[in-house]
């Protein structure tokens, strides 16, 4: 695979922003501090786009721009299920948020609108460089006897850490994955299941990594803000690596890979096409049902962001 291509522009471009936000970050600059998260996190989207597209000559984004920015509102809407869940959980809190609520507002949105497209080019970068290209894995058999339990495990997940959080909490970052992948795999989306029953679980091994990455790159950028986010986890707090207890580091590769089964599910609306298989179907999509969808994600995202206001904000700036 050739590596003579250029950086792209905006890659370039990104890598300037991204340099300038942590100098203007370290320099006590206060604006910069509050708004920290996306200014990190942008820059770092387009520059990790940019080095996919210098390694293979196309990414997600100058290839299939459509299929990125729909990313964003899933993106959203995704972790917006887990601050819900956090609403029983309390393992998280957020201090310095602005009182302004079209300013927080907008600022929950540009936040969360980064994670899966975080994970997912990191992901592409990792793959684009060929790791894990050669791995190898006795093929399971193909059945469906594992729907089943794998959807009572889900169950539990769900169940469990609302009933006992105190004990169950990490259950969470494993629940859509049991809960998902037998639909995935009965209605011919991409699954992970199908591609083990293959003899690969490549796609599973790149999740874990780029979930390890951006959970790292998260707690680090976040540490150094001032609006930011901090945990109150039970048993597992008393040893910090800036503020995610150790243990929790754990649950990134394990929430990057809930992501994408969640994101594999959400492609039945577009008869199983998405950002990692934009071509696999050509039918075209129900245009009436896609509005209905996305008009219920809006308003479960308003409703989300009211009890993030109520029940998660710790502390207010003007």
């Known amino acids: ?14 890598l300037c922003m991204l340099v300038t936000a942590q100098i203007l970050l370290f320099s006590g600059i206060e604006a ?7 200014l990190a996190w942008w820059p770092y989207i387009l520059l990790i786009d940019g080095l996919v597209y210098q390694r293979k000559g196309s990414s997600l984004l100058t290839k299939h721009p459509r299929e990125f920015l729909l ?6 809407c ?8 956090n609403l029983a959980l309390n393992n998280w809190h957020y201090v310095l948020v602005p009182e302004n ?26 793959e684009a460089y060929g790791l894990f290209a050669q791995s190898q894995t006795k093929p399971i058999p193909s059945s469906n006897r594992w729907y089943l339990p794998f959807m009572v495990t889900g169950l539990l997940f769900l169940i469990l850490p609302l009933i006992w ?10 629940t859509f994955v049991f809960l998902l992948e037998p639909l995935n795999h009965r209605l011919g989306l991409p699954s992970l299941m199908r591609e ?18 951006c959970g790292l790159l998260w707690e680090f950028w976040n540490y150094w803000a001032l609006t930011k986010w901090e945990y109150t986890v039970p048993h597992v707090g008393w040893l910090k690596v800036f503020e995610m207890p150790l243990l929790g580091f754990f649950g990134f590769p394990f929430f990057a890979v809930e992501c994408y089964v969640m994101m594999n599910t959400v492609t039945l609306l577009r008869h199983g096409r998405g950002w990692k298989y934009p071509t696999l179907l050509t039918s ?14 809006f308003l479960f995202c308003l409703f989300a962001f009211h009890q993030i206001d109520l029940y998660t904000v710790a502390s207010w700036r003007p």
């Open 32 to 38: 910069v501090r509050y708004w920290f998260f996306p």
């Open 71 to 76: 990313l964003l509102p899933w993106s959203v």
């Open 196 to 213: 083990w029953q293959q003899g690969s679980l490549r796609t599973f091994y790149l999740l874990l990594v780029a979930g390890a990455i």
């Open 1 to 14: 695979m050739s590596t003579s291509r250029s950086l792209p522009l905006y890659g370039w471009l990104a």
């Open 165 to 174: 959080p105190g004990y169950f909490f990490p259950l969470v970052w494993g």
């Open 78 to 85: 995704f972790w917006l299920i887990f601050e819900l869940f």
């Open 284 to 297: 075209k999509t129900r245009t009436g049902i896609n509005v209905i969808v996305y008009g219920l994600v």
């Open 101 to 126: 609520l079209v300013q927080r507002w907008t600022g929950y949105a540009v936040c969360y609108a980064t994670v899966l497209p975080g994970l997912f080019e990191t992901m592409e970068l990792l």
